[in-house]
């Protein structure tokens, strides 16, 4: 006899883990996760979580700083609801054991790119993830949740329009599960492994988005890819994150003829919003002909790089370079998914039972453009309200978008297949990276719709973990290719060359729900 879980969670980052925590007070819970506990996007977050409880800080403030980095499209009603439920949710941390840094006794605060105050808090230093993964993975033990390792979420099964259990591959054994639940939690993360450069772990390949599009959920603002302009770049090294607080702390980017150069792009320079600053850097990497450009912290006092970031100093002592003496090459990698499972402030999709919260879900927080840390912040806020909503009113869903269109049928005059290469994920991440990248045009993006399409025709069905990961880039790549295609300006993190300004008649939200294609 099937068991049914009043909760099944998927994904045990912060998301899942911190809804798995709150779940358990109110029933049954079940955590599935693809890899090991830890394999997670969180685990490797550096510069930490934001929240206005600094001197002269507010909530209103932070909402401010939100809007402004969010460049029209941030929902102002989610931003509220983040900004001033988050001193509350730092309070949760703390309570259930985050040792966040002090100074003097009082908790210490960073700045980041585009906030206009200190209101950072990070643990370890540069280890926030680290700190906040191990002890929600410590307390879910100790308060007895399962976690499934190594299970893949393959389907998620509807009883009429209604989510009510995932089907689940266990990658050991082969064996094929299906797990019924109340309520079905999605906190899968993001889609980062869709390109060829980016800071994101190889867990994250938007397997909840594609699944939640395969049964009927909206996904919105897919085309707003956060490229992080720092990531380590040395061959053969994978790119790691150089934290925005780097430049926060005071560090210069510099070019390879060591000329700074932000200054000419924006008058906050080094401190610009992140669009802003990735796509500088790679106009300046066309313009050096160079792979990279140069961060430097050596004018820094090498007491405050060592203690404050511990984590980036040691990884990159580990490949060679002493940052307290010489400046580190960076380029810039895709980073963050903004778009994702579209949801109301309660972590509702427009499938009943089907809930998403984290970095996996779009609850319109972040806008064309995430500000620096409000991810973290996001996946508790979010996940506590999720958790609430199925108390209060278990049957709801979101209010359906009025314009969702879905994918487009793949056309006939699709490339065909002696045209093509081979499906692979570094294909797909090489295409992406070349035509759907920092900066686009309808050209590029047209031609990476056309070879996903043709991608699409021929793919059979998934088999296994990594068959099943390349069918969900799949579907997350067509949704950002399509999403872009069709938004003909510039506006945060989607840039086209071809349309280089934001346009009025833009200031909208893609969304896409799946009629019978794809
Ligand atoms: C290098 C780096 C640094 C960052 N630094 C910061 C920062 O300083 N501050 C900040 O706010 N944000 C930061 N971010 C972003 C932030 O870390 C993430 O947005 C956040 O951790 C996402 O949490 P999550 O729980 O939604 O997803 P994740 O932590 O990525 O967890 C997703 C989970 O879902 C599992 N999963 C995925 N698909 C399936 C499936 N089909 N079946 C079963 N399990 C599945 C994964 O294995 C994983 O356990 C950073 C991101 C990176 C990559």
Redesign the pocket.
């Known amino acids: 006899m099937t068991t049914t879980y009043d909760y099944l969670i ?7 883990l911190y809804a798995a925590i709150l779940a358990r007070e109110h029933g049954s819970v079940l955590v ?4 090991s506990i830890d ?4 685990r ?7 929240a206005s409880v600094g001197p002269g800080d507010s909530p209103e403030k932070h909402l401010r700083d939100t809007i402004e980095a969010g460049a029209g499209l941030v929902d102002e009603e989610a931003a509220r609801v983040l900004t001033s439920e988050a001193s509350d949710r730092i309070g949760d941390l703390v309570s259930l054991g985050v040792p966040f840094d002090t100074v003097h006794g009082e908790v210490a605060l960073a700045t980041e790119g585009a906030h206009s105050t200190p209101r950072i808090l990070h643990a370890g230093g540069d280890s ?2 680290a700190h906040i993964e191990l002890t929600l993975a410590s307390v879910a033990r100790l308060e007895g949740i399962t976690v499934l390792e190594h ?4 389907e998620i099964v509807t009883d009429g329009d209604r989510a009510t259990a995932i089907r ?1 591959l266990d990658t050991a054994s082969g064996e094929r599960t299906t797990y019924a639940c109340r309520a079905l939690i999605l ?4 889609a ?1 492994q869709m390109y060829q450069t980016t ?3 190889e ?3 938007g ?2 988005i594609a ?1 939640a599009y395969r049964v009927g959920a909206e996904i919105m603002d897919m085309e707003f890819v956060q490229f992080h302009p720092t990531a380590l770049h040395l061959p053969g090294v994978q790119p790691f ?1 150089i ?1 925005e607080a780097v430049r926060g702390e005071g560090g210069l980017l510099l070019d390879t003829n060591g000329e700074r150069f932000m200054a000419a792009y924006d008058e906050r320079a080094e401190l610009a919003p992140r669009d802003i600053v990735a796509r500088a850097i790679r106009e300046r990497m066309l313009a050096t002909g160079s792979d990279h450009v140069l961060l430097d912290v050596t004018h820094l006092d090498p007491g405050l790089v060592t203690a404050r970031f511990p984590q980036i100093f040691r990884f990159c002592a580990d490949s060679g370079i002493n940052i307290t003496r010489q400046p580190l090459p960076i380029a810039p990698a895709a ?2 998914t903004m778009g994702g499972a579209r949801t109301n402030t309660w972590g509702e999709t427009n499938v009943a039972g089907l809930y998403a ?4 879900a779009c609850t319109g927080v972040h806008g064309a453009n995430r500000l ?6 996001e ?1 508790v806020v979010f996940a506590r309200r999720v958790i609430q909503r199925t108390i209060d009113a278990p049957d709801g869903r979101a209010e359906p978008a009025p314009n969702a269109g879905s994918l487009r049928p793949v056309p006939s005059d699709a490339p065909g297949a002696s045209d093509i290469p081979p499906l692979t994920r570094e294909a797909l991440q090489s295409l992406m990276w070349r035509e759907a990248g920092i900066v686009r045009d309808g050209e590029s993006l047209a031609r990476a719709a056309s070879v996903l399409a043709a991608w699409q025709s021929t793919l059979a069905a998934p088999t296994d973990r990594p068959s ?1 990961e390349l069918a969900d880039l799949l579907t997350c790549s067509r949704l950002v290719t399509e999403a872009a295609l069709s938004r003909e300006e510039s506006r945060g993190a989607h840039y086209r060359s071809d349309f280089p300004e934001p346009r009025e008649d833009w200031h909208r939200h893609l969304v896409f729900r799946r009629n019978d294609v794809a």
């Open positions: 998927i994904g045990s980052g912060i998301a899942g599935l996760t693809k890899g394999d997670c996007n969180t490797w977050a550096q510069g930490g979580i934001a926030t993830g299970t893949i979420a393959t689940a906190a899968t993360g993001g980062g800071t994101n772990a867990v994250a390949t397997d909840g699944i994150l934290s980073h963050y919260a984290g970095e996996c620096a840390s409000n991810s973290l912040l996946t099943q």
